[in-house]
């Protein structure tokens, strides 16, 4: 037990964990110089994947957070309806497809821009939706009706930084100008729809070959 106790404290001292921790506060500085911080971040290594995870989960956490915290006044989620796996997934299943859809496309488009640099700009672009959803969540519980504009004004205010950043970040990834940044996002929101709508059709093929071999099973053995 001591010694496990004594790696713990070794490792919250470490170089990896302090770095780790200079990492998640550049993302306070990326937020506010979106331009130069978003270049920083990949190509002078500022940034980093465990950073960029602990802003998802903070991301998902805040959302569940909201949804199960915030006053009734503004909010109409029934908790005890809600699958919380499929919410994690609402968020998480469009990220890696956007991912998969930006990096598609800009490929094609002369972006410079790998995978990891994608996701890791993406998921600091969500720093703001953190920074001001959390504070609201008690927010919502103090003010009342009237004066519950605050609380919608900021929330929307939350998501527009949000995607503001998350344009500025492939714009620096890709190394691109504004007009081909605003171009390429768009066609990469073209591309979600084109992976989903192809997912769909896929599981629902699945779905029906599925069930037309236990259709088959089960016919088969009432005459056998």
């Not at 001292?13 to 130069?36: A, M, N, W």
């Not at 890791?120 to 103090?142: D, E, K, R």
């Not at 084109?194 to 069930?211: E, K, R």
Request: with cysteine; glycine share 6%.
């Amino acid at each position: 037990m001591k010694k496990l106790f004594s790696r713990i404290l070794q490792f919250f001292k470490g170089e990896k964990f302090h770095r780790y921790l200079k990492t998640l506060r550049y993302s306070l500085y990326v937020i506010l110089h979106p331009f130069d911080g978003f270049w920083d971040l990949g190509h002078e290594k500022r940034g980093s994947m465990a950073a960029a995870h602990t802003i998802v989960i903070l991301t998902l956490l805040t959302h569940l957070w909201d949804m199960r915290f915030a006053s009734f006044m503004f909010n109409n989620t029934r908790w005890e309806r809600v699958n919380i796996l499929m919410v994690i997934l609402g968020i998480l299943v469009p990220l890696a497809i956007w991912v998969v859809a930006n990096w598609s496309l800009t490929t094609l488009m002369d972006g410079k821009g790998k995978l990891g640099d994608i996701y890791m700009a993406t998921a600091y672009a969500f720093t703001p939706y953190v920074i001001i959803g959390l504070p609201m969540i008690v927010v919502s519980n103090l003010v009342t009706f009237e004066e519950g504009v605050f609380y919608t004004y900021f929330n929307v205010f939350a998501l527009i930084w949000c995607v503001f950043l998350i344009l500025a970040g492939m714009m620096m990834v890709h190394d691109y100008g504004l007009g081909k940044g605003v171009f390429s996002s768009l066609l990469s929101l073209a591309g979600m729809a084109i992976i989903i709508f192809i997912l769909l059709l896929f599981f629902s093929l699945i779905s029906d070959a599925v069930a037309y071999f236990v259709s088959l099973f089960k016919e088969i053995s009432f005459r056998f």
